[in-house]
């Protein structure tokens, strides 16, 4: 069954410290992984997506299809980096929709000053 | 771009009763998805129309429906409301480029109470 699995709830981190926000998956195909972002009063909107192997506002993930992971890793986090993130799963077909996301439960990202 | 939007933003209902939510997507979108969010169950997927077919179905009972418009334009119904309808309704819209790449685009949700 697909699955996305978030391990942390809460995750607080000092501003210029390292973050990295765990996301592991279950998926009998070869999904689509994406890590969606929240700020506080703001609609859900994607951070990054593994297809496009790019970064946005410093934040990398990469897909490990061996450990079924799609981590979001940070070198030196901001204040304004606090939201609430998700990881997303996709089982498309890759056909012309984008299917059913499957999301974890989040994780709450503190920036500290 | 004119971004998705949903209506109306809160909604106030008393058990029973039965509700409708409208989603208009991104201009050229005719992908529309609705979830449920709630702070027990985080973000359940509800449903997903394509072209006024309804393409995939989460695990909801028959009182949450929804249909899509020919101009992809979308409504979620939910009749005989109970206590644990009340959430944040969300609707996105999306595409597939050509080269496979994807991207939803969510609106701001319509807050639904049932007391």
């Known amino acids: 069954a697909q699955r996305v699995t978030q391990p942390e709830k809460l995750l607080s981190v000092f501003k210029g410290a390292p973050v990295e926000l765990k996301c592991n998956y279950s998926?009998?195909?070869?999904?689509?992984l994406f890590w969606y972002v929240q700020y506080s009063r703001q609609r859900l909107q994607l951070l990054l997506r593994?297809?496009s192997r790019e970064s946005i506002k410093g934040f990398t993930a990469d897909l490990n299809k061996g450990e079924t992971s799609f981590h979001l890793k940070k070198p030196f986090a901001q204040e304004e980096d606090s939201a609430m993130y998700y990881c997303?799963?996709?089982?498309?077909?890759?056909?012309?929709?984008?299917?059913?996301?499957?999301f974890g439960r989040g994780t709450q990202l503190t920036v500290w000053p | 771009k004119a971004g998705v939007t949903q209506t109306p933003r809160y909604l106030i209902k008393t058990r029973g009763q039965q509700v409708t939510l409208s989603c208009s997507p991104i201009?050229?979108?005719?992908?529309v998805s609705w979830y449920q969010q709630t702070p027990g169950q985080g973000l359940q997927f509800l449903f997903e129309?394509?072209?006024?077919?309804?393409?995939n179905k989460g695990n909801f009972p028959g009182r949450f429906s929804g249909r899509q418009f020919s101009n992809s334009r979308s409504e979620m119904n939910v009749s005989t409301l109970e206590l644990g309808d009340s959430a944040l309704y969300l609707c996105?819209?999306?595409?597939?480029?050509?080269?496979?790449?994807?991207?939803?685009?969510f609106g701001q949700g319509t807050r639904l109470t049932v007391v």
């Open positions: 997303a799963l996709s089982g498309s077909d890759r056909g012309s929709t984008l299917g059913r996301l499957y």
């Open positions: 201009s050229g979108h005719r992908s």
């Open positions: 593994h297809i």
């Open positions: 996105a819209s999306s595409w597939r480029g050509r080269r496979g790449g994807t991207e939803a685009f």
């Open positions: 998926y009998s195909g070869s999904p689509e």
């Open positions: 129309y394509f072209s006024e077919t309804q393409r």
